[in-house]
């Protein structure tokens, strides 16, 4: 059993919406006119922070009429999420873009996630770049980051990893957690910046320290293969465990992988076989075919045939094809199943044909069955195969 090698890029929902609660509204011609707006923006807020959304409402609204640009927005705010007015992404996009055109740089972020997500308007993805540009320009961390994914995507401009990097690192220097991640997965894969395992790790730590768990799961990793740090089991594990602790597939598998082979941990047979079972709930094939092993062998777990093939057949059907033998090896000798040559041959078929070493096993099962039944075998792996690709 070898860790995962899998480092991957978060593809997250896009910025957020802000509450515009400080700061005083855009001028207007009168210092009396923009006094009496201030204090009634003021009021709007305390309104809304209370809960009085239809008062919150109704002050934002006169403002907003008359172009005091944060009430338009925090009034597009209150449509979008359905706060003393029926959810209404139409409306959120038109108060948005009054704010937006205004130069307010919250709502022109929030206008570019309107268009990227096709809410209240067509989905449109250059016009989300447009956007969020704008709002990045003005130094908008959520707009940055998210101006980074498209140019990391090629939505809404060309592919262009350099540009990527530029506006990662923007976001990123301001503490956007999404942002730091990305950009270590650039320096981790070289891309858009010379590939430097050292600068990864900077920046996964950084993300990992606010919680992001695919950051925890590629530090970890970094440790453990003493890639831009000393390599070092013991820190391996415990960022392996903070991100397994927040349901990360990966992570589950790799610290379930530590337990049994005793890096970093105490050998604990119980403890592998229990996060190859979270990870193997969530469909996670090598932690399926593990938990499999777990159950054959009785280490763990109390051995158990059955179990152990319910688990190499989940793992099978997905392709795995240490999964796919050892199913075949169950059918083969009647444990956990009722013997038949016909299922472990296709089992068998399978497995060499997903990469496994099933030569000998092939070779041995043919000479025990008969041409139909080979035939038949062979029918039932092309049949599962073309069922699958």
Known sequence: MKPITILMIFIGCLA????????????????????????????????????????????FTELAEQGV?????????????????PKDASQAVTWFRKAAEQGYAKAQSN?????????????????AVTWYRKAAEQGV????????????????????ASQAVTWYRKAAEQGDAQAQFNLGHMYANGEGVPKDASQAVTWFRKAAEQGVAKAQFNLGFMYYNGEGVPKDASQAVTWYRKAAEQGVAQAQFNLGFMYANGEGVPKNASQAAAWFRKAAEQGYASAQFNLGVMYANGEGVPKD??????????AAEQGYASAQFNLGVMYYNGEGVPKDYVQAAKWFYLGKANGGEADEAI?????RMSRQQIEQAQALATQWWQNHH
Do not use: H
């Open 305 to 314: 045939a059955s179990q152990a093939v319910t688990w190499y057949r989940k």
């Open 141 to 160: 961390a959520q707009a940055q980051f998210n101006l980074g994914f498209m140019y990391d995507n090629g939505e809404g401009v060309p592919k262009d």
């Open 16 to 59: 957020g919406s802000g509450w515009a609660s400080t700061g005083s509204p855009s001028p207007t011609p009168q210092a009396k006119t923009a006094n009496s707006s201030a204090s009634l923006f003021q009021l709007a807020v305390s309104a809304y922070e209370r809960k009085n959304y239809p008062v919150a409402l109704t002050i």
């Open 111 to 127: 206008l570019g996630v309107m268009y990227y997500n096709g809410e209240g308007v067509p989905k449109d993805a250059s016009q």
């Open 69 to 85: 640009a944060q009430a338009q927005f925090n009034l597009g705010l209150m449509y979008y999420n359905g706060e003393g007015v």
């Open 363 to 367: 070779r041995q099962i043919e000479s």
